[in-house]
């Protein structure tokens, strides 16, 4: 099956970064950084590349290398060794750079190991100067060749935070200067006796001449944001994100053999009708029933998810919101005290008309709310759940309904009349299960259902 067309801003910084301009890919969520940057590497014919990112993204980024960069090989580095295994892409997660032993870091600082190009995901956590991870990144600079920065938003408090990058990726292009001149210049520097003893903190407390620091790093740094691609997008743009699996919940099914067992079925059949492997399910999950299983593997998601929704919402800007559907009631709720930092609104079928009216309320007005978790049946419909004080643009289905139409219809609740940007829709699957087939085809289902029937925000969806 061809791949399908990159979309011009995507081709245009994959060209870039292949001839070697150094180049911050500063894309917002969902409008394809992940994939410019395999496009680079395979423009500018890259043997070894390095790829440092969350470990909640590890499976991620193994996913879209499968997908666009069909067999290269790719190794997840969790010891020294591993480095010694021949291979195309090696991933190595923030958190390994994080570690005082400093194996990996100091393996990545010697001279043995040269890489051609290396990617650091979500790069707005290389902003500490003393940090572990940032300490592994100077120290192993000489041996990793263009180094591109990725990360929706650059920077999350002040201008200080794009030193770091700048001074390890871009000297050139600061003139040098030291963090001290730096800070000087673009930020606002107070010090406070906070203590009141008379020892005075330096504080930095926001920033100052950003046209003057635009204007310098603009040769480096490319910002992309839905709104200004949001003629190339489609309607909604679907995507499934593997999260790793918690086997504890799953004591049943020999999830392994339903897998294959689905695979065949599929391979025979040439079916991608989700009721005939929905049954298959039900016949062969061991006595398991499937309403179980489903719920099972929801909660088998649960620790991955979190994980993956906090950083979605620790990487976004503030005033942005996420959409979260599940289905199973013990799902939900597990969501709602994972992410109660966020102060979600939950809407559930057990939800009052009053409680719905007000969690409704409560996300589009309040801005600490920045979750809204439904389920799907409750949720789908009738709501509209984007507003001029509610900037909200992504959805994630930690459970999705096996009708491909409810998610569709679901992830509409933020592609109406007022939505300014392109809205991208994630299922959450559980990696290695039946999980994965199952969402990979009602991903695509929900995808030709939008196509047909939804292209404008505010069309006729209920």
């Known amino acids: ?54 470990a909640s993204a590890l499976l991620v980024w193994q996913r879209e290398i499968a997908i666009w960069d069909r067999g290269a090989s790719v190794t997840v580095i969790r010891h020294p060794d591993h480095f010694g295994r021949p291979s195309k892409y090696y991933l190595v997660s923030h958190g390994m750079l994080s570690q005082r032993q400093g194996a990996i870091a100091a393996a990545l600082a010697d001279d043995d190991i040269q890489f051609d190009m290396t990617a650091v995901d979500e790069a707005q956590a290389f902003n500490a100067p003393d940090s572990l991870r940032v300490r592994a990144l100077r120290n192993a600079a000489k041996n990793l060749g263009d180094i591109i920065p990725l990360s929706g938003t650059p920077m999350k408090n002040h201008a200080g935070d794009l030193y770091t990058l700048l001074s390890i990726c871009w000297p050139q292009g600061i003139k040098n200067m030291s963090r001290a001149q730096y800070e000087e210049q673009f930020c606002v520097v107070q010090h406070r006796d906070f203590q009141r003893n008379g020892r005075l903190v330096r504080v930095i407390e926001g920033s100052k001449n950003i046209p003057q620091l635009r204007k310098l790093i603009a040769p480096f740094m490319v910002r992309v944001r839905k709104g200004d691609v949001l003629k190339d997008l489609p309607a909604i743009n679907w995507d499934v994100v593997p999260v790793p699996l918690d086997q504890s ?49 929801g909660l088998a998601k649960l620790r991955g998810a979190t994980e993956y929704l906090v950083d979605m919402l620790d990487n976004l800007p503030e005033d942005r919101k996420i959409l979260v559907f599940a289905h199973h009631a013990d799902v939900i709720k597990a969501l709602f005290n994972h992410l109660a930092e966020y102060s979600p609104a939950v809407l559930t079928g057990q939800s009052t008309p009053p409680e719905r009216a007000a969690a409704v309320d409560k996300f589009l007005m309040d801005p600490r709310c920045r979750v809204f978790i439904g389920n799907i049946q409750a949720a789908g419909t009738a709501l ?37 940007d392109g809205v991208v829709a994630r299922m959450l699957s559980a990696d290695g299960t039946v999980d994965d087939l199952i969402s990979s085809l009602l991903a695509r289902k929900a995808r030709d259902f939008t196509d047909l029937f939804d292209t404008q925000p505010g069309g006729t969806q209920a």
């Not at 890919?25 to 440092?52: Q, Y």
Request: charged share 25%; net charge positive; aromatic share 4%.
């Open 1 to 54: 099956m061809p791949l399908p067309d990159l979309f011009p801003h995507q081709l245009d910084n994959a060209k870039r970064i292949a001839v070697g301009v150094p180049t911050y890919l500063g894309f917002d969520m969902g409008t394809g950084k992940t994939r410019t940057f395999i496009e680079a590497v395979k423009l500018r014919g890259a043997k070894v590349v390095l790829v440092i990112c969350p």
């Open 384 to 420: 509209t759940l984007v507003g001029p004080k509610c900037k909200c643009s992504d959805v994630v289905f930690v459970e999705s309904s096996w009708t491909p139409m409810d998610n569709a219809q679901a992830a509409c609740r933020v592609h109406r009349i007022g939505q300014k």
């Open 249 to 297: 919940y799953l004591p049943g099914p020999d999830n392994a053999k339903l897998t294959e067992v689905i695979t065949r079925i599929i391979a025979r059949e040439g079916t991608d009708n989700v009721d005939v492997l929905t049954e298959a399910l039900r016949v062969l999950s061991n006595g398991v029933q499937l309403m179980e299983l489903r719920r099972m593997l």
